[in-house]
């Protein structure tokens, strides 16, 4: 679900961006290693989000579902060595 996985990313990067305003707004006054803590952890996060963001979900389409194009379908399945040249591949269904 594509809804889900942007909340998700925008909600990490919210606390990414959080962190480290809090880190150097507010803690660097009292703990200038807790603000320094606060910047690694806020450092992990991004790219956690990134991967969180690009994950392909069980209901996305992916680079070798069928585009609808029969004729392309066929040619596409031909060049990965999935069937020879007029086969069908089971499971894939004419449009």
């Not at 807790?34 to 990134?50: R, T, Y």
Request: hydrophobic share 45%; charged share 25%; proline share 8%.
């Amino acid at each position: 679900m594509y809804a889900r996985r942007r909340h998700v990313y925008f909600a990490m990067m919210g606390t990414c961006i959080g962190l480290f305003v809090l880190a150097w707004g507010v803690v660097r006054l009292w703990s200038v290693p807790a603000a320094v803590g606060m910047c690694l952890a806020a450092m992990v996060i991004p790219p956690v989000a990134a991967m969180v963001a690009n994950r392909r979900g069980p209901e996305d389409r992916w680079w070798d579902d069928p585009s609808g194009d029969p004729k392309s379908d066929e040619w596409w399945d031909e060049l990965d060595g999935r069937s020879g040249p007029g086969e069908r591949v089971p499971g894939r269904r004419a449009q």
